[in-house]
């Protein structure tokens, strides 16, 4: 009589412990014909550029854009009442540049023709289509490292003690913009500052009601006119209020380019992903960051 009824075993024929008795062995395993990616990030700040130069625009190595100064008492052109036959007072603006230099991103990638003709998936075209992403998310960290920039470079930091991000935190940051002439356009959140602007009951109301700050709409939605997209590149309790108009450039001397060869030598495909690329801001008065703690 068998000793035991026979069934699919408690260990795994690739086990050290599997032995003769465990049918595992005769279970076929079942590999699905797909791979489940990873979760990525929302990636949407390139849309928010002022301007973005391509390689048309970026015949040498680097470029430079000429700028009129900011407006102030020092820079505008004085308009004085001028009595008839008196000379009239001459005056001129100031002009400044921004020099930007494309920095070459990349990566390779390589398969042996051995796993080319047994692997389930392509994975040459499968890293191409991984690399563009993984460079669309280089740019926007480039991005929202050129923001802190701004906002430090014109003073224009927002900070407290508060945990949660009060409303007088926006409208500071929003009147850093307003007092040098630009126009509050967007709002950068990180996650934990669009969690704080959810339960804000001035918002979390109109919510509510389906008002017009309503904050049911993609993302977080829209504030004071703004509006509020939050970005994982972003530090979880920063935010930033923008001019998009004004806040940041690209210049892009090489977009993303995918390259294939083979080496015949070690009987391999590689993959090779490129990218020149420069980001810088535009105006700092045009960025004012909002920390919280």
């Known amino acids: 009589m068998p000793s035991q009824i026979l069934n699919t075993g408690s260990a795994d024929f690739a086990s050290s412990s599997a032995n003769s008795a465990t049918t595992s062995y005769l279970i076929p395993r079942t590999l699905l014909p797909s791979v489940m990616n990873a979760v990525r990030k929302k990636l949407l700040l390139r849309g928010l550029a002022a301007r973005v130069f391509g390689p048309s625009s970026i015949p040498g190595r ?6 009129q100064s900011e407006i ?10 001028t009595g008839e036959g008196a000379e009239i007072t001459m005056g001129q603006t100031q002009f400044e540049d921004l020099t930007l230099t494309p920095v070459k991103y990349a990566i390779r990638v390589g398969v042996t ?14 890293h191409a289509e991984l690399a ?19 906002s430090t470079a014109a003073s224009h930091d927002v900070s407290n003690s508060n945990a949660t991000l009060p409303i007088t935190d926006i409208t500071e940051a929003m009147q850093n913009l307003e007092v040098d002439n630009y126009n509050p356009t967007h709002m950068i959140v990180g996650a934990e500052v669009a969690n704080d602007l959810r339960n804000i009951d001035t918002f979390n109301e109109a919510d509510k009601t389906g008002g017009p700050n309503s904050l049911s709409q ?6 004071f006119n703004m509006k509020v997209i939050m970005s994982n590149n972003v ?22 380019t995918i390259e294939r060869y083979t080496d015949y030598a070690r009987d391999s495909g590689f993959l ?17 960051e909002i920390t919280t703690t």
């Open 72 to 81: 102030d008492s020092n820079t505008a052109l004085p308009v004085d009442k």
């Open 62 to 67: 680097t470029l430079v854009i000429p700028m």
């Open 132 to 150: 563009g992403y993984e460079f669309a998310d280089n740019e926007e960290s480039l991005i929202v490292s050129q923001l802190d920039a701004a």
């Open 272 to 288: 090779v992903v490129t990218q020149r690329l420069a980001v810088s801001y535009l105006r700092a008065n045009a960025t004012s």
């Open 235 to 256: 530090s979880a309790k920063l935010a930033y209020v923008i001019d998009a108009n004004h806040a940041f450039v690209i210049a892009e001397k090489r977009p993303i």
């Open 218 to 223: 993609r993302l977080v939605g829209s504030i």
């Open 113 to 126: 023709k051995e796993m080319m003709e047994d692997g389930i998936i392509d994975l040459i075209s499968y």
